[in-house]
């Protein structure tokens, strides 16, 4: 949902112009719009589209568990002080709760996209998933990314209409390459012996819709919710029984209940990002393609 905020005159998001102008399209302004964002995946959306004419403030610090976020009384200052906060209703509760004392405009970048049912699991499971009835993980679809990025340009250019050709301009290079990126991983996917993909957490619902994947998760949406000693067992025969070379494990979580599985199944662990957080090295689509080569190697793809 984009939700816009009591102005009080069209320009309290406008940027000032500065220089002198000229016949050729607009240079971005040197004074930056300030805006605050959820997690590294919409930083990244923002960065690259808003450029040298946006500050994005990132609500999640480096190597923080983004589903366990709490803001500090600076960060709420941040987010009430920023002229627009973007993020991802549904995954960072703490983040969902300070929305209501932004100043600027409030950009829900999940609203309109077509959401995926959370998973429902049993009691025998040992994990509740707190997230609502819908799945978060949205940006693990370079599809889904597309279209926010519609959102994300849209948003700052009414926000600057100064830089709306540099806006534009960044958003079709950015579009460009997520198009690629799809056709990529739609080629790379398209002949895997092994359909379901076992992670740790069930992040990568959007992405295995989209490649013809199945997943089945250690645990929930919520990385935290512990599996039970049943689940563990009966995901163990799944993975030995199915054929299952591949159990997933991501930066931020434990390996050592997917290293039990995959031990005990006679399988291999390899590590699959949820880019929750900013990867190690690169960014998006570093990791996003580096993603591709562990699952056509663990699914076997051809």
Known sequence: MIRFAALAAAGTLALAACGTSSDSAPEPSASSLTVAVSHYPVQFLVERIGGDAVDAVNLTTPGTEPHDVELTPQQVAEVQDASAVFYISGFQPA?????????????????GLPL???????EDGGHADDHGSTDPHVWLNPVLMQQMADTVTETLSTASPENRQTFEANAAQLQSELEALNTEW???TANCAIKTMVVSHEAFGYLADQYGFDQRGISGLSPENEPSAAAIAELTNFVRDNGVTTVYTEELVDPAVAQTIAAEAGAQTALLSTLETQPAD?????AMKANLETVSAGQSCS
Not at 116 to 122: M, N, V
């Open 95 to 111: 983040i969902d709760d300070a929305i209501g004392e932004a100043g600027g405009t409030t950009v829900d970048l999940a609203q």
């Open 116 to 122: 995926r049912d959370a998973e429902t699991h049993s």
């Open 186 to 188: 739609s080629q790379g």
């Open 282 to 286: 690169g960014d998006y689509f570093t």
